[in-house]
């Protein structure tokens, strides 16, 4: 007789890959599993008590959300943080929060602004708290409202594709300024100081100013996360305001020698 999985009592019902999900992006986000590390598919299915079907759904779920890497033979591992990767996230993040903010002034809802504020509110209650998983959640909440009231499906898409790596940038970021000691309420202040000054363009509906605004916050993001990376290499690098990256030269094919006449 072929046997069945049973859920164990009290636990509600096409729940599992959805837990399963939630834990490992909250482990990964916090940096509890670090980039580049191994994930044990059959500890996580005793962990759970499920069986390996949803075990399998969550990873390949993280794997298309960009937290995870699924490699044929060789299992599943949390996706690298590619330093390298850095200019090119930021300059896409800055696309993008501009151009969201400038349409969402023009196409904004008395419900998308009251998103805006819901979600600004609660990065500020987390920052009192020191809570940097919360205050990261917030704050991509918060953008993730800017771009929804922009009314451009695609914009959003693309938004939402670089989230992962920036979500986790940004905790690491948000670790870092706490580390600098006094200057971290500083910083937080000017990040809670521009999300307010940027509602309030678009509530007043001034595209001009929105973009303007969403700009100078790209740009104090990128200077905080030029530190960071700063303070994490012994070889600094400049990550923002850099030169724009010229193509490498190709080489002239080199000439065929003719072979001497026997």
């Known amino acids: 007789m072929e046997r069945t999985y049973q859920r164990p009592i009290g636990r509600p019902k096409g729940t599992g890959s959805q837990r399963v999900y939630e834990e490992i992006r909250a482990r990964i986000l916090s940096l509890k599993m670090p980039p580049g590390s191994a994930i044990d598919e059959n500890a996580l299915v005793g962990e759970f008590g499920l069986s390996r079907t949803p075990v399998r759904e969550a990873l390949i779920r993280l794997e298309n959300d960009g937290y995870v890497t699924l490699q044929p033979n060789r299992g599943a591992s949390v996706s690298p943080l590619d330093i390298e990767e850095i200019p090119e996230l930021l300059e896409a993040m800055e696309l993008c929060l501009r151009a969201t903010s400038r349409w969402a002034a023009q196409r904004r809802t008395v419900a998308d602004i ?149």
């Open 114 to 262: 009251a998103a805006m504020k819901h979600h600004q509110d609660s990065l500020e209650e987390a920052t009192r708290r020191d809570d940097f998983g919360a205050m990261s959640e917030a704050n991509g909440a918060f953008h993730r409202a800017v771009a929804a009231s922009a009314r451009n499906r695609h914009l959003t898409r693309l938004y939402e594709s670089l989230l992962p790596q920036y979500h986790r940038l940004s905790l690491s970021l948000f670790a870092s300024a706490k580390a600098s000691g006094p200057f971290y309420k500083k910083y937080f202040g000017q990040v809670s100081a521009e999300h307010r000054q940027l509602i309030r363009a678009i509530v007043a509906g001034d595209p001009a100013k929105a973009d303007k605004l969403a700009q100078a916050h790209a740009k104090l993001i990128g200077r905080r996360l030029e530190a960071y990376v700063w303070s994490s290499l012994s070889n600094p690098m400049a990550i923002f305001d850099a030169a724009p990256r010229k193509p490498r030269p190709i080489a002239a094919p080199r000439p065929r020698k003719r072979r001497a006449a026997s």
